[in-house]
T-cell receptor, first 113, second 116 residues
Framework: DAGVIQSPRHEVTEMGQEVTLRCKPI?????LFWYRQTMMRGLELLIY????????DSGMPEDRFSAKMPNASFSTLKIQPSEPRDSAVYFC???????????FGPGTRLLVL | KNQVEQSPQSLIILEGKNCTLQ??????????LRWYKQDTGRGPVSLTI?????NTKSNGRYTATLDADTKQSSLHITASQLSDSASYIC???????????????FGKGTHLIIQP
């Protein structure tokens, strides 16, 4: 299995631009998570999906952030408009049954200038 | 509020030496505790998972302990290697959503550096 796939691996953009991060979970997993990681705050859960349905988006910082999961094999996290304080590493993770561990992707390193 | 505190924040040791990382939590009701290893530039990878009834669990040179009474866990690394240089993150799961979806509360991690 290829594991969780994220793209792009790195993104540099200017303030005000739209940013779209992509994630392909492990085949057969039915839960997908989006996290943000910074040195100051560590890992923070942004949103998670169960069977393609958003269950908890309380971690999404602002309306500028949105996430979709149109099917079981693909999800996007969009930031519009982006701001310098959005600079962080964004991780996608997936898991199967509820008691199983989450498998993390390699992350997308975002820098907003 | 559910919280996970890790110490030390960072640690530097010589190759071959042992070290112990600490995790204190206030997550309740407790379900399980995981230790993740995160190499620089990569996503976290699970090392161990322990439930309430488990006191210790090993994964090669990594041994995790859990004291559910004092709400403390430790990760002991034996005979450290250069490849152990990474961040180690303690994650505690509640039986009901507390720290967020799936009831997970993350520590900020311990940054470990192994010097030759």
């Amino acid at each position: 299995d290829a594991g969780v796939i994220q793209s792009p691996r790195h993104e540099v953009t200017e303030m005000g631009q739209e940013v779209t991060l992509r994630c392909k979970p492990i085949s057969g997993h039915n839960s997908l998570f989006w996290y943000r990681q910074t040195m100051m705050r560590g890992l923070e859960l942004l949103i998670y999906f169960n069977n393609n349905v958003p269950i908890d988006d309380s971690g999404m910082p602002e309306d500028r952030f949105s996430a979709k999961m149109p099917n079981a094999s693909f999800s996007t996290l969009k930031i519009q408009p982006s701001e310098p304080r959005d600079s962080a590493v964004y991780f996608c993770a997936s898991k199967g049954r509820s008691w199983e561990t989450q498998y993390f992707g390699p992350g997308t390193r975002l820098l907003v200038l | 509020k559910n919280q996970v505190e890790q110490s030390p924040q960072s640690l530097i040791i010589l190759e071959g030496k042992n070290c112990t990382l600490q995790c204190n939590y206030t997550v309740s009701p407790f379900s399980n505790l995981r230790w993740y290893k995160q190499d620089t530039g990569r996503g976290p990878v699970s090392l161990t998972i322990m439930t309430f009834s488990e006191n210790t669990k090993s994964n090669g040179r990594y041994t995790a302990t859990l004291d559910a009474d004092t709400k403390q866990s430790s990760l002991h690394i034996t005979a450290s290697q250069l490849s152990d240089s990474a961040s180690y993150i303690c994650v505690v799961s509640a039986k009901v959503p507390g720290g967020g979806a799936d009831g997970l509360t993350f520590g900020k991690g311990t940054h470990l550096i192994i010097q030759p």
